[in-house]
């Protein structure tokens, strides 16, 4: 029992430290310059092999939308003009031609930004960003890239929930450990 116990946690720890994401940036992060342009390759990640729509909508914190390109089929789902961007988003349905799937590692995209003033810049996965496969909507919310511009700032160190459940899981462990190994050892002092 405790071995299969012990399998199960490891595991549970390590799929947690590799988290799904939706869509990868490149680069996801990275010091940049004020007012500085760049453009960011939008990569496919998506959930299934079958799925035929990739949703983005994008905010970028402290960073200035330029353009978004793409060879997919483009339908702009946001705004009331069909537009696919304005000034701090991205919000756009990409389809293949032929309604063929979206394979992993395809680059979806290209947004030209123009960095902002001193400090982090973001770029977050809101509601609606994932993949359709004519079923359902696979979506994946929060940060996809940090930026520092300029200077790099002083900051705390800050702790997802991966990462504390699994100091969490490896403190049991060793703590299982411990404990076997002083019952082990008691048990050789009685004889």
Do not use: H
């Not at 500085?36 to 035929?52: H, K, L, W, Y």
């Not at 060879?71 to 961007?85: K, V």
């Not at 304005?86 to 995209?109: F, R």
């Not at 973001?122 to 509601?127: G, N």
Request: proline letters at 4%.
């Amino acid at each position: 029992m405790p071995k299969i116990f012990l399998i199960i946690v490891s595991v549970f720890l390590f799929l947690g430290v590799f988290p799904v994401e939706a869509v990868l940036l490149d680069p996801a992060t990275g010091n940049k310059s004020a007012n500085a342009e760049e453009n960011i390759r939008i990569i496919a990640s998506p959930f299934t092999s079958t799925d035929v729509v990739a949703r983005l909508n994008l905010r970028f914190d402290n960073a200035t939308v330029l353009d978004f390109n793409s060879s997919f089929n483009q339908f702009g789902t946001c705004y009331p003009s069909g537009a696919t961007d304005n000034a701090t988003n991205v919000c756009v349905d990409l389809t293949k031609l032929g309604g063929s799937y979206i394979q992993n590692g395809e680059e979806l995209g290209v947004v030209r930004v123009r960095w902002g003033s001193s400090g982090t810049a973001t770029i977050t996965r809101l509601e609606g960003t994932g993949y359709y496969n004519n079923v359902v909507l696979n979506e994946q919310l929060g940060v996809a890239g940090s930026y520092v511009i300029g200077e790099i700032p002083p900051t705390a160190l800050e702790f997802d929930d991966t990462t504390i459940i699994s100091i969490l899981g490896l403190a049991l462990i060793f703590i299982g450990a411990g404990l076997r190994i002083y019952i082990n050892d008691s048990k050789y002092e009685k004889i």
